[in-house]
């Protein structure tokens, strides 16, 4: 559906995106994923035809951009991270406005539309309202159906849940997966939780580049291979409890941890295979007086791993 080919873009000598390479197949959703500042909106921009690369290939449905720029603008819905809305408007006016710039004029055609657009984004309740009068929510929704009004076969959204409250999120999201159900979605969020419980894929971008492209299935394993087991004891010191645990075996990599409480021993415990050792520690530490207060296989979480792959350097 989609095909990016080293995409670069300059801002006189900053270099915002950095040779992103990237494909999209049809009726998938991706999610573009990394801290502020790392590029995606440029990005998004680039791939809708409003911002032109310094250099770099799109390709879309096998059209070409510059050359076919006004062909792919017809495939896509764009929703930016504000959404374009007349606020003095109603909720109505503005989506017949809109049908008509998008030469949807015959009103038997628009009453349809605006039927299926109100009944996907919830928006049967406030065709009569004010658009200033609307909570963000209700906004992001009006400006979804703005994006959807042409029944597009890509959706590229820009933070569509930046500054909602955890309700409004939900809907969004819910919305999100239903039109994911019929349509190709490249949304960018830099909240990993969004993009894990939408996104059939994750792009990670850090300083303009790609750092990261894999599915959340993938990316989870990834973080189970770095998982260590965490003991807190009660009864031993240190010492005693470390020259215990390297008995068991001495390529195990026992790191000295901070105990949640006083008067406790704790450590993070990294078998050299990843495999989990929970049974053995149990049985080692049975044969002591010492108390067993935690013992738990912990794994590297996606949030983790975003962290590590955007991670500024000095």
Same mark, same amino acid.
């Given at each position: 559906?989609?095909?990016?080919?080293?995409?670069?873009?300059?801002?006189?000598?900053?270099?915002?995106?950095?040779?992103?390479?990237?494909?999209? =197949?049809?009726?998938?959703?991706?999610?573009?994923?990394?801290?502020?500042?790392?590029?995606?909106?440029?990005?998004?921009?680039?791939?809708?035809?409003? +911002?032109?690369? /310094?250099?770099?290939?799109?390709?879309?449905?096998?059209?070409?951009?510059?050359?076919?720029?006004?062909?792919?603008?017809?495939?896509?819905?764009?929703?930016?991270?504000?959404?374009?809305?007349?606020?003095?408007?109603?909720?109505?006016?503005?989506? *017949?406005?809109?049908?008509?710039?998008?030469?949807?004029?015959?009103?038997?055609? %628009?009453?349809?539309?605006?039927?299926?657009?109100?009944?996907?984004?919830?928006?049967?309740?406030?065709?009569?309202?004010?658009?200033?009068?609307?909570?963000?929510?209700?906004?992001?929704?009006?400006?979804?159906?703005?994006?959807?009004?042409?029944?597009?076969?890509?959706? *590229?959204?820009?933070?569509?849940?930046?500054?909602?409250?955890?309700?409004?999120?939900?809907?969004?999201?819910?919305?999100?997966? $239903?039109?994911?159900?019929?349509? #190709?979605?490249? +949304?960018?969020?830099?909240?990993?939780?969004?993009?894990?419980? #939408?996104?059939?894929?994750?792009?990670?971008?850090?300083?303009?580049?790609?750092?990261?492209?894999? #599915? /959340?299935?993938?990316?989870?394993?990834?973080?189970? %291979?770095?998982?260590?087991?965490?003991?807190?004891?009660?009864?031993?010191?240190?010492?005693?409890?470390?020259?215990?645990?390297?008995?068991?075996?001495?390529?195990?990599?026992?790191?000295? =941890?901070?105990?949640?409480?006083?008067?406790? *021993?704790? +450590?993070?415990?990294?078998?050299?295979?990843?495999?989990?050792?929970?049974?053995?520690?149990?049985?080692?530490?049975?044969?002591?007086?010492?108390?067993?207060?935690?013992?738990?296989?912990?794994? $590297? =979480?996606?949030?983790?791993?975003?962290?590590?792959? #955007?991670?500024?350097?000095?």
């Amino acid at each position: 559906m989609i095909d990016v080919q080293d995409l670069t873009k300059y801002y006189n000598d900053f270099c915002a995106v950095d040779h992103i390479n990237l494909s999209v =197949a049809p009726g998938e959703i991706l999610g573009l994923l990394g801290p502020n500042g790392a590029g995606k909106t440029t990005t998004l921009r680039m791939l809708t035809g409003y +911002f032109r690369p /310094t250099s770099g290939r799109i390709s879309v449905k096998n059209l070409d951009m510059p050359k076919d720029t006004l062909r792919i603008k017809s495939l896509m819905g764009y929703l930016p991270e504000s959404a374009p809305l007349y606020h003095n408007m109603l909720v109505y006016d503005y989506l *017949v406005y809109v049908a008509r710039i998008k030469g949807i004029t015959d009103p038997d055609k %628009q009453m349809e539309r605006f039927r299926t657009l109100a009944d996907l984004c919830g928006l049967s309740a406030i065709m009569d309202k004010p658009i200033a009068t609307l909570s963000k929510g209700l906004k992001q929704r009006v400006g979804l159906a703005h994006a959807m009004m042409t029944d597009p076969e890509i959706l *590229v959204l820009d933070e569509p849940t930046s500054g909602l409250d955890p309700n409004q999120i939900a809907e969004i999201r819910a919305i999100i997966r $239903q039109i994911g159900k019929e349509k #190709t979605i490249i +949304f960018s969020t830099h909240i990993l939780s969004e993009a894990e419980a #939408t996104c059939d894929r994750i792009i990670i971008i850090n300083n303009g580049r790609v750092v990261a492209d894999d #599915t /959340t299935a993938n990316l989870k394993h990834k973080g189970m %291979q770095n998982s260590f087991v965490r003991l807190t004891l009660k009864g031993p010191d240190r010492k005693t409890a470390h020259d215990l645990l390297a008995s068991m075996d001495p390529a195990l990599d026992i790191r000295p =941890a901070e105990p949640k409480e006083e008067g406790l *021993v704790c +450590f993070e415990i990294h078998p050299p295979d990843n495999r989990d050792v929970r049974s053995d520690i149990y049985l080692k530490i049975k044969q002591t007086d010492w108390v067993i207060m935690e013992l738990a296989r912990e794994t $590297q =979480a996606l949030e983790k791993i975003f962290q590590q792959l #955007t991670r500024q350097e000095a």
